[in-house]
């Protein structure tokens, strides 16, 4: 398996969740701005979608989408505990939290990348993802997780865009259990590696 990805953008997610299942796979760095990779293909042809992430399979085959991709990797190692069964209700919660921050919080915290936007838009964003992230810390009071002792998918690719903040100075510390909840992740030794990969 191959991993397209550009340094801490939302293929972060799907770094993290290869290395916590243990996976063997290969890296390859791809530049968004001139859709070429590490070894200098040209990456439109590997995923006509022109985004990471992308997983190239055994097969040849390419799997795109953030939620796609996290289940897939997740299904690979069921022992490993990154997504509950297919078919159970949890799996369902699980799809419920991947939505959500695909949705919610992915691309409304990814807007703030746009650097024409005016004053009174940004500010409405902002309000937008404060409000997003108030109910994911809400739902992580008491639990280490989003869906409780176990680190899923979802885990990485919440702890993955809500690193983003950084970027802006936006300030995590009015969600003490969103702000705890990063800073867990970030000591898991499986983040730690994807993040030095990702710098090398
Ligand atoms: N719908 C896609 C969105 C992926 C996405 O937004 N990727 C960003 C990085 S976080 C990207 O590659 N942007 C460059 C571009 O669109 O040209 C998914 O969920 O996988």
Redesign the pocket.
Known sequence: MKLYF?PS???LAQHISLREAGLSFDLEK?D?AS?KTASGRDYWAINP?????ALELEDGSVL????A?SQYVADQRPDARLAPAYGTMERYRLQEWLGYV?TEL??TI?ALFDRGLGEAQKAAILERIDRRLALVDEALAGKSYLMGSDFSVADAYLFTVVRWTSFFQMELSKFPNLSAFMARVGERPAVKAALEAEKA
């Open positions: 550009s953008a939302c293929s791809v968004l859709k979608k022109g985004y990471v992430p795109t989408e953030n939620q991709i695909g992915h691309k990814g």
